[in-house]
């Protein structure tokens, strides 16, 4: 059975409903998601423009990821059995969806630790790079990796 069900670096709007399609399974009883979207601050300053770059090996690293969230989640016998994830690139507007990801296992404990181990594993490993700008008209770079 494959595990990852979606894995996707997208240009165009994401859709919740398709990872939670994604992640359906009967004998899931929980399904933990989180969706990320575009603020309008920063470390204290107010961001008026976003934008996201991704590597080309960016999908392929995200699917690495997700393998390893899987297996490593998995392990007490209690197995995580779907996982989900979309990440957005190219300008985005304060409110735009940036990323979704979803667990789904058995439980409500194993959805939630995956859930969250997904998603701080996708920003810690996965080379996307957040451009944003703030209103003064300075800008910064926020990388992944």
């Not at 392990?75 to 957005?88: C, I, Q, S």
């Not at 735009?96 to 630790?113: G, K, W």
Request: net charge negative; aromatic share 6%.
């Amino acid at each position: 059975m494959d595990h990852i069900t979606l894995a996707g670096i997208r240009e165009t709007p994401l859709s919740v409903d398709e990872v939670i399609d994604a992640v359906g399974e009967p004998r899931v009883g929980g399904t933990a998601f989180f969706i990320g979207t575009v603020r309008d601050h920063d470390h204290g300053r107010d961001v008026s423009a976003l934008t996201y770059s991704a590597h080309p090996s960016a999908e392929a690293e995200m699917r690495r990821v997700m393998e390893k969230v899987v297996a490593d989640t998995s392990e007490d016998g209690r197995p995580v059995w779907k996982v989900a994830a979309l990440h957005r690139v190219g300008e985005l507007r304060i409110g735009d969806i940036a990323v979704v990801v979803a667990a789904a296992a058995e439980h409500r404990e194993e959805a939630f630790a995956a859930c969250r181990r997904l998603i701080d594993d996708i920003k810690a490993e996965v080379p996307i790079w957040k451009h944003q700008v703030f209103n003064e008209g300075d800008a910064e770079w926020v990388g992944a990796c």
